[in-house]
């Protein structure tokens, strides 16, 4: 396609380079989208060291994927995924994704729970420090969990003061 502009200069103008650039444009666009999609599950995990360590929870409470693993109050990493066994009377896995740095802390008598932060707040997965006499947990183990009561959640906790009011309403319901 071919342009005459004022002073008498034709200008030529590739239709198929155009598109070209449009396509190129529109490449480069998708790939953003996709690093985007795949950075927001994957966050930090792509900069940092770290390994898989497994626990089997009976009462996993409201846990979810992304959720921070503690320990000593550290944040170590992140749940990774959440799934169920089908025998065994702790019927849920949950794999966390561990800073490699921390590996060193948690050993084999380290044990794992579900805790809650503050009274309205998310839970998380709490590991207590291991003995330095005990082996460190390779990649790919499964951290013993604790036997402590599992985390209460919000609507427990709801339930409680429900309770409560009633019982302070009750005198004067006559």
């Given at each position: 396609m071919a342009e005459t502009r004022p002073g008498g200069?034709?200008?030529?103008?590739?239709v198929t380079?155009?598109?070209?650039?449009?396509?190129?444009?529109?490449?480069?666009?998708a790939l953003g989208f996709l690093i985007g999609v795949i950075g927001s599950r994957y966050s930090w995990q792509?900069?940092?060291?770290?390994?898989l360590l497994k626990a089997d929870l009976a009462v996993p409470g409201s846990l979810n994927?992304?959720?921070p693993v503690q320990v000593a109050g550290v944040q170590v990493g992140r749940v990774w995924e959440i799934?169920?066994?089908p025998t065994g009377d702790k019927p849920v896995e949950v794999t966390m994704r561990i800073e490699k740095r921390f590996q060193p802390v948690i050993r084999a008598d380290s044990a794992a729970s579900v805790a809650t932060s503050g009274l309205l707040g998310g839970n998380y997965i709490d590991i207590t420090r291991g003995s330095v006499n005990q082996p460190v947990l390779p990649g790919g183990a499964t951290v013993k969990t604790a036997d402590r009561p599992s985390a209460q959640t919000?609507?427990?906790?709801m339930k409680a003061f429900s309770r409560l009011g009633d019982a302070l309403k009750a005198p004067f319901n006559h």
């Open positions: 200069r034709i200008i030529t103008i590739s380079a155009a598109k070209r650039h449009a396509i190129s444009h529109a490449i480069v666009l792509f900069f940092t060291p770290s390994y994927v992304k959720d799934g169920l066994i919000c609507d427990q906790i």
